[in-house]
Nanobody
Framework: QVHLVESGGGLVQPGGSLRLSCTAS????????LRWFRQASGKEREFIAV????????NYADSVNGRFIISRDDSKNTVYLQMNSLRREDTAVYYC?????????WGQGTQVTVSS
């Protein structure tokens, strides 16, 4: 069974940093691209970042490009999201995602709150 577990969220001041982790199980991690999304209260879930199965290719939403970095460690079955220069508008629940066997699998999410 495919399973994704996010962690690392919390409360941070504007301008601060956080690193989110998403640990996967139930599939051959190294052969899949992984994505991060977020959903702010009252808004639709939005794409944040994607990393290819090899880790060579990454892509970001304009809203986070230059501030967030996605990476992966296949030895730990984990994908990371390093978030720098955080803004109040980055407050949301953050989810990782994999497209597996014809459907999207989501984790339970981790809350990130940016506030002074």
């Amino acid at each position: 069974q495919v399973h994704l577990v996010e962690s690392g969220g919390g409360l941070v001041q504007p301008g601060g940093s956080l690193r989110l982790s998403c640990t996967a199980s139930g599939f051959v991690f190294s052969t899949y691209g992984l994505r991060w999304f977020r959903q702010a209260s009252g808004k639709e879930r939005e794409f944040i970042a994607v990393i290819s199965s090899t880790g060579v290719t990454t892509n970001y939403a304009d809203s986070v490009n230059g501030r967030f970095i996605i990476s992966r460690d296949d030895s730990k079955n984990t994908v990371y999201l390093q978030m720098n220069s955080l803004r109040r508008e980055d407050t949301a629940v953050y989810y990782c995602n994999v497209f597996y066997s014809g459907s999207y699998v989501w984790g339970q999410g981790t809350q990130v709150t940016v506030s002074s």
